[in-house]
């Protein structure tokens, strides 16, 4: 899995975890990156939250190598403020009926 070191060093970030050693250096995008197999030591970069993350996906972000843009989910981006109805009878993801309104007693 890809992490990404969020401290970019130039020459990159070399850090050595049981023998391994990990060579953070810079993708396409510019994003310091290493390829993490290892579970115990992805959960300890990622432990580190100043340091390390998982790296966001290339085909996310830009276009993909061949230049088409990455195919799209099907979902539409909801409106900032608005509530995305989920469940029957009206109710929202939370489970509180959108029609509902509060009253003061």
Do not use: W
């Amino acid at each position: 899995m890809k992490v990404e070191c969020k401290l970019q060093r130039q020459g990159g970030t070399l850090i050595e975890l049981d023998g391994v050693s990990y060579h953070f250096q810079p993708d396409s995008q510019g994003r310091h990156v290493a390829e993490v197999e290892n579970e115990d030591h992805l959960g300890l970069l990622l432990s580190i939250h100043e340091a390390y993350r998982l790296a966001p996906r290339a085909e996310a972000t830009s276009a993909t190598a061949d230049g088409d843009k990455p195919a799209e989910t099907g979902r539409k981006k909801a409106k900032p403020g608005a509530v995305e109805k989920t469940g029957e009878g009206g109710e929202d993801a939370a489970g509180a009926d959108a029609g509902a309104e509060d009253k003061a007693d």
